[in-house]
């Protein structure tokens, strides 16, 4: 169940902005999703009486470190972590269990061991990234401007569930940062907001994918801004931008969201069966904005471009950020259009590629187009932050072309369904 909520957001007086006035709502929903990495859980490791030798993919070193050694009895000067190159992240490596294993093992059989997942137990064995259900409202003011809005998520663990994590914290903070990572309304011009979040117990392990809350949370409010620029009639570009707050945040907010707009040629017409779908998120202090290009071709989704505009202050190697943003909107894609893991007989499935369906390369776009601003003057955050806006701009994108709003992400299944 959803346990208590937490108000992590907060300027003026929602409740009275929203009293006798027409209320927008719409409720967004994300499912469980795999980390599914090309190479699945692995670790070999050699344990001796005076020490152990661990080879893993691991994103945690340190801590593959210290819970080898509690295993054994080991100080964990004693024990040597060779962190192999990852065959995919993405989170599922904070968890090591498996180093353990083998080393229990190595330490039984007096022998070095390698223990590594079949596909079915990788997919089995996953801390799952964790279902949401987002409930947003807002009141337009008579001048079109948004005067009130409010945005509601409950999700389960994300990183609470990390064994790093010691519980007390847990127990000190009754919530979970991670699943309102970019839940936050970077709208701050908007007089009256409200962000509250609402933790749930699940009983399987659910934990940090790829950005953690970003994707789901950017979806929900990204998708919402464009449904409230509609209601007043306005280009939601220029709606956005009329509720950024002028200050030096809100500066380089505004100019990725200016720049993506130009390089994009952003428009708000449907030509030849092609239309724009826009959406901007800010992750880590790094603002980030999104224009995707979408058709809708026998009920099938295709994004043919995207054009990205980020700021990660000083650009310390351009290229690098080029490939991370390439990456980003790629999975970020994925994710939004096809990915789904269920519970079924008290399992997670399905377990195999195919059945749990991701993006292949025809679903890739054909250009995707970065732009990079420097309008900070140290190094900022850059892994992740470009992962938040692909799912909203694509879903506004579809909502311009079909005239169907989806608020379930993945998108494709939820457009075969509207569509019967």
Request: with cysteine; aromatic share 4%.
């Amino acid at each position: 169940g959803v346990g208590r909520s937490h108000v992590i957001q907060k300027e003026g007086r929602v409740d009275r902005a929203m009293r006798d006035r027409t209320v927008i709502e719409a409720e967004f929903r994300t499912p469980l999703g795999a980390h599914a990495q090309i190479e699945p859980a692995v670790a070999v490791v050699d344990a001796r009486p005076d020490g152990a030798t661990v080879m893993i993919s691991t994103q945690v070193p340190g801590y593959t470190r210290r819970e080898v050694a509690d295993a054994l009895g080991l100080d964990p000067e004693q024990v040597v972590v060779h962190p192999m190159y990852l065959g995919g992240g993405f989170g599922r490596r904070g968890h090591t269990p498996i180093a353990v294993d083998a080393a229990r093992l190595s330490r039984t059989l007096g022998r070095p061991e390698k223990v590594v997942n079949s596909r079915r137990d990788e997919f089995r064995h996953d801390p799952v990234r964790p279902p949401t259900h987002h409930v947003l409202r807002g009141v337009l003011a008579e001048d079109g401007s948004v005067l009130g809005m409010e945005h509601e998520v409950a999700s389960s663990d994300v990183v609470r569930s990390f064994p790093q994590v010691p519980a007390v914290v847990n127990s000190i903070i009754g919530h979970d940062p991670g699943s309102w990572r970019g839940g936050m309304i970077q709208y701050g011009a908007i007089p009256n907001h409200r962000v509250v979040s609402w933790h749930g117990e699940l009983p399987f392990r659910t934990s940090a994918w790829r950005s953690l809350g970003l994707l789901a949370n950017t979806f929900a409010i990204e998708s919402f801004m464009d449904e409230l620029a509609v209601a007043a009639g306005r280009d939601p570009v220029e709606f956005r931008l009329s509720h950024i707050v002028d200050d030096a945040r809100g500066f380089r907010l505004r100019e990725v969201i200016r720049t993506a707009a130009e390089r994009s040629d952003w428009n708000t017409e449907v030509r030849d069966g092609r239309a724009l779908g826009f959406a901007a998120s800010t992750d880590a202090n790094t603002p980030c904005a999104h224009v995707a290009e979408v058709s809708v071709e026998d009920g099938r989704i295709r994004v043919h471009r995207v054009t990205v505009a980020i700021d990660p202050g000083l650009a310390v190697n351009p290229d690098q950020i080029r490939a991370q943003c390439e990456g980003c909107v790629v999975m970020g894609l994925s994710a939004a259009m096809f990915e789904e893991m269920t519970i079924r007989d008290g399992a997670l499935a399905p377990t195999i590629y195919g059945p749990y369906r991701m993006a292949s390369l025809s679903d890739a776009p054909r250009e995707i187009v970065v732009e990079i601003l420097e309008n900070a003057d140290a190094p900022g955050a850059m892994g992740e932050p470009p992962l938040g806006p692909i799912g909203a701009a694509i879903a506004n994108a579809v909502a311009r072309l079909t005239g169907v709003r989806l608020r379930d992400i993945p998108l494709q299944p939820a457009l075969d369904r509207a569509l019967g």
